[in-house]
C-alpha cells in the first residue's frame, strides 16, 4: 500500500494545492482499513471461544465454514463476503504497484489513464501477476493459509525499512522544502516504525514458532 499510495497520487496528479484532499482521502482509506482488519478479528473470535484449531484451516473459506455453527447463516456469509473483498482489494493493488514498480525501471509508460495500446507493458504485468496469483490459489491442496502468513511475515518486517526511508525522505529539506516534518510529524512517524518494527518481530516470532505463546 505504500507504494501504491505514491505511485496513486503521482498517477491522480495532485499537486500542492490537493494536499489538503489528499491527506482526507488517505486518512479515510487508512480509517476503513483499520476497521475491516478490527472487524475480521471480532469476528473470528467465537472460534478461539469455542477452542477451535484453527492451525489445520487451509484458506479462507475454511474460517468462514467454521464460523458458520458459531455466528450463523448470515454471519458467516458476510464474513466470507469480506474475504473476498479483501482478496480483490489486495489483487488490484499489489498487482498495479508492481506495474507502477517496474514500468518506472525501464522507464516505460506508466498511468491507469492510459489505454491498452499504449500501456501494454503497464497493463501487462498487472494482468499476468494476478493470473500468477490466482494459478497458484487454484493449485489443489495448496497450504494458501500458511503461504499467507508467511508472506504477511515477510511484508510486515520489511515495512519497517521502507517506512523509515519514507520518514528520512520527510525530513529532507532539499526535497521537502517547507513541507519537511516538523518534530510533532518526526514522532509520530517514528513511534509507528518504531512499533511496526516490535510488532513485526513478535508476529515472525509467534508465526515461525506457533506453539511459544503456549508454552
Do not use: C
Amino acid at each position: 500500500m505504500i507504494f501504491f499510495q505514491q505511485s496513486a497520487v503521482v498517477d491522480k496528479g495532485l499537486t500542492r494545492s490537493d494536499l489538503p484532499q489528499g491527506r482526507t482521502d488517505t486518512a479515510i482509506g487508512a480509517a476503513l482499513a483499520a476497521m475491516a482488519a478490527v472487524a475480521t478479528v471480532v469476528a473470528t473470535a467465537p472460534l478461539f471461544a469455542a477452542h477451535v484449531d484453527v492451525s489445520q484451516f487451509a484458506s479462507g473459506a475454511d474460517f468462514a465454514t467454521a464460523l458458520q455453527p458459531l455466528i450463523g447463516t448470515t454471519g458467516a456469509t458476510l464474513f466470507a463476503l469480506g474475504i473476498v473483498e479483501a482478496g480483490l482489494v489486495a489483487a488490484m493493488t499489489i498487482s498495479t504497484s508492481s506495474s507502477y514498480s517496474l514500468a518506472e525501471t525501464v522507464s516505460a509508460r506508466h498511468s491507469l489513464n492510459l489505454d491498452f495500446a499504449h500501456g501494454r507493458l503497464f497493463y501487462g504485468v498487472a494482468i499476468a501477476s494476478t493470473l500468477l496469483a490466482g494459478g497458484i490459489v487454484l493449485i489443489p491442496g495448496a497450504p494458501l493459509l500458511a503461504m499467507t502468513l508467511t508472506v504477511n511475515v515477510i511484508a510486515t518486517l520489511l515495512m519497517a525499512p521502507a517506512l523509515l526511508l519514507l520518514l528520512l525522505l520527510a525530513n529532507d529539506r532539499e526535497i521537502m522544502r517547507d513541507l519537511a516534518n516538523g518534530w510533532w510529524a518526526n514522532l509520530a512517524g517514528g513511534t509507528i516504525v518504531i512499533s511496526i518494527s516490535v510488532i513485526g518481530a513478535l508476529y515472525g516470532v509467534i508465526t515461525v514458532f506457533p506453539n511459544l505463546l503456549g508454552k
